[in-house]
Nanobody, 123 residues
Framework: QAQLVESGGGLVQAGGSLRLSCVASGRTFSGYGMGWFRQAPGKEREFVAGISRRGGGLDYADSVKGRFTISRDNAKNAVYLQMNSLKPEDTAVYYC????????????????WGQGTPVTVSS
């Protein structure tokens, strides 16, 4: 059974960095676009970053552009999110997801989701 498992979340002070990892098992996701989404308490899930099948296409939400970097290693069936210059408003549960349609900002295009990893940024 296909599964995505995130890790790397935690508590960090504003201005700090975290690196999230998402490892897939049960099937290869090298043929899928991958994305990171986040959901803060009381808010809807929102797109953070997306990457194409081979990593050549990248997309970022305006709120994280210049601070976050998405990457993938298809040999390891993994995708990463490097988060720098973190702000309290980045506090959320972060989810990785896979889409057969290529990188998309629409959560409905993603058919596989991880369970999420929480990130808390203190001021």
């Amino acid at each position: 059974q296909a599964q995505l498992v995130e890790s790397g979340g935690g508590l960090v002070q504003a201005g700090g960095s975290l690196r999230l990892s998402c490892v897939a098992s049960g099937r290869t996701f090298s043929g899928y676009g991958m994305g990171w989404f986040r959901q803060a308490p009381g808010k809807e899930r929102e797109f953070v970053a997306g990457i194409s099948r081979r990593g050549g296409g990248l997309d970022y939400a305006d709120s994280v552009k210049g601070r976050f970097t998405i990457s993938r290693d298809n040999a390891k069936n993994a995708v990463y999110l490097q988060m720098n210059s973190l702000k309290p408003e980045d506090t959320a549960v972060y989810y990785c997801a896979a889409t057969a349609y290529g990188p998309s900002r629409n959560a409905n295009d993603y058919g596989f989701w991880g369970q999420g990893t929480p990130v808390t940024v203190s001021s």
